[in-house]
């Protein structure tokens, strides 16, 4: 059975920093690639990033968070990180992580909340 749980979340100010993780059983995780998504309420699911798997493990990421955040990935911990700087009250949201297993196959942890306000 997969499972992605995140951590890292909370409450930081304006400005501040969060590294968020996302572990993953239950899946060959060096295999995948790995997404993190975000979601207001009220609003859509968002991409934020991604990080492929191979040699390398490209990176690709949201405009809204291009040069601000920065994905990575540890194959020997199964874990996946979003390190998130210069936080703005708009990134306030719930955070997912999601492994793509085929075209009809994903699955997603429970998220972790983020809020940015002073």
């Known amino acids: 059975q997969v499972q992605l749980v995140e951590s890292g979340g909370g409450l930081v100010q304006p400005g501040g920093s969060l590294r968020l993780s996302c572990v993953a059983s239950?899946?060959?995780?060096?295999?995948?690639?790995m997404n993190w998504y975000r979601q207001n309420s009220g609003k859509q699911r968002e991409w934020v990033a991604r990080i492929n798997s191979g040699r390398g493990s490209s990176t690709a990421y949201a405009d809204s968070v291009k040069g601000r955040f920065t994905i990575s990935r540890d194959n020997a911990k199964n874990t996946v990180y979003l390190q998130m700087n210069s936080l703005k009250s708009e990134d306030t949201a719930v955070y997912y992580c999601e492994v793509q297993i085929s075209v009809d196959i994903s699955y997603w942890g429970q998220g972790t909340q983020v809020t940015v306000s002073s």
């Open positions: 239950g899946v060959s995780f060096s295999s995948y690639a």
